[in-house]
């Protein structure tokens, strides 16, 4: 019990510095920038959230489960990070020209010269290259428990991003593009250091396999549609406001967006310590510590929800006085991202006990889109606050299937897959 608690303390201290770090970053881009050059950095890196999706499809997030209790087996995790790296190669390779051609028509009401529109694809491609790195290579320091590398690392990139703000700030430089390098300079840094940490901690360079692509893709592969469904979901909002809203629409939906940047420390929780927990805690004791985890964070967002409906102004002091009229908006978005972070706190556990299914991702994209049909046909989507509303409901039906998930998972069990051969081939050869 003692190790456990000295790991979630460092968990709430180190992670703590680095999302004060992040929130505050993004707060002060908030305030600070006018509401044309926030809107240009809001579309960026809304873009980029997709994009980054959709060079991983949920790869990266198969090395845990796949590895299993084998941390020690350094052999074994580096061929198949080798394996992802391939496939990351792959998707990089069909998405980049995509991104070329479909960003620029995403922007083109905005009226932004071409000049400013190819500079944020530039940027857009050099991110998401950065995180797919980040993203292989971090999971590496996961499974070797290497988390306090995995804590440091985020920490000096955020207080280096929050200090290179305050520069551009002091020397009159604060627009958008300044801040988006500063950005991408932060993620730059995380790739870097994590691929030279995850070398070091395995000591050699993994092989590709087609048996180890082969159990990769048939972990993914059910949930693969809802991942790619997704990526454009969660961007939906953005999207819209994008095509058919106003300059100012789509920087006070990016302001909104910062807020829900409250969710990101418990959110971060799941990969690190709520995923491993469950993915090794024995059968018997699986229900009663579902439902507890499950209730403790019902009540932590019923708590946020209660507060942005009786002192919004809290949370509306922090985005400034360009944002200050709107009320309801902010309840609307804390209430959907509580859903949204209960929704994928289920996930997390379930996907811990492979309760994987192909119904469960379907389900989800069909409820998703009937609502978004429904609003799209009889609501004015061009408004923030309908576009709100509709994330909200759509968040409902995704918190409700995945508990739905979660019973079908304790009644019938996990998704039987063939990727534990694989991994009882990489310990033989060991």
């Not at 990089?92 to 944020?120: D, E, F, G, K, N």
């Not at 790195?133 to 306090?148: E, H, K, P, Q």
């Not at 967002?301 to 400034?320: D, N, R, S």
Request: hydrophobic content about 55%.
């Amino acid at each position: 019990m003692i190790p456990k608690l000295r790991q979630v303390f460092h968990l709430l201290t180190t992670q703590g510095i680095a999302l004060a770090a992040r929130l505050l970053y993004g707060f002060l881009c908030v305030r600070l920038l006018p509401v044309s050059e926030y809107a240009k950095f809001t579309v960026v890196f809304g873009f980029l959230g997709t994009l980054t999706v959709l060079m991983d499809v949920g790869f990266s997030a198969t090395l845990l489960p796949l590895i299993g209790e084998r941390i020690d087996d350094r052999k074994l995790i580096a061929d198949y990070v080798a394996t992802l790296r391939q496939l990351a190669h792959w998707l990089y390779l069909a998405m980049a020209p995509v991104t070329m051609i479909v960003y620029p028509m995403l922007v083109q009401r905005q009226h932004w010269s071409w000049r400013v529109v190819a500079a944020m694809v530039a940027i857009l491609l050099l991110a998401s290259w950065c995180a797919r790195v980040s993203g292989i290579y971090g999971a590496v320091l996961i499974v070797r428990r290497d988390r306090g590398y995995w804590y440091r690392t985020q920490v000096i990139s955020n207080l280096a991003s929050l200090a290179l703000l305050a520069i551009l700030w002091l020397t009159h430089s604060l627009s958008a593009f300044p801040l988006m390098l500063t950005s991408v300079a932060g993620m730059v840094y995380l790739a870097v250091a994590y691929f030279f940490r995850a070398r070091h901690l395995l000591g050699q360079v993994g092989q590709p396999s087609r048996e180890m692509r082969h159990a990769v893709v048939h972990l993914t592969v059910p949930s693969m549609p809802n991942v790619i469904f997704y990526a454009f979901q969660g961007q939906i909002s953005l999207i819209l406001i994008t095509l058919f809203g106003r300059t100012m629409a789509v920087a006070s939906l990016g302001a909104l967006t910062r807020l829900g940047q409250i969710f990101m420390f418990f959110g971060q929780m799941n990969p690190l310590l709520i995923e491993p927990y469950f993915a090794k805690l024995q059968a018997a004791k699986l229900k009663r510590h579902y439902l507890a985890v499950i209730a403790v964070e019902v009540l932590l967002c019923v708590a946020l929800v209660a507060a942005a409906g009786y002192v919004p102004q809290v949370f509306l002091w922090v985005l400034g006085s360009k944002y200050s009229g709107l009320h309801t908006e902010v309840l609307l978005m804390i209430a959907g991202n509580s859903l949204n972070y209960l929704a994928g706190l289920q996930w997390s556990i379930n996907s811990s006990r492979k309760f994987v299914y192909w119904w469960n991702g379907m389900a989800t994209i069909v409820a998703t889109l009937a609502i978004e049909v429904i609003f799209f046909w009889k609501v004015d989507l061009s408004s923030v606050r309908n576009t709100l509303w509709m994330n909200l409901v759509t968040a409902l039906a995704l918190l409700l299937i995945n508990m739905l998930t979660g019973v079908y998972g304790f009644v019938f069990g996990p998704r039987r897959s063939g990727e534990m051969l694989v991994a009882a081939q990489g310990g033989s050869n060991a």
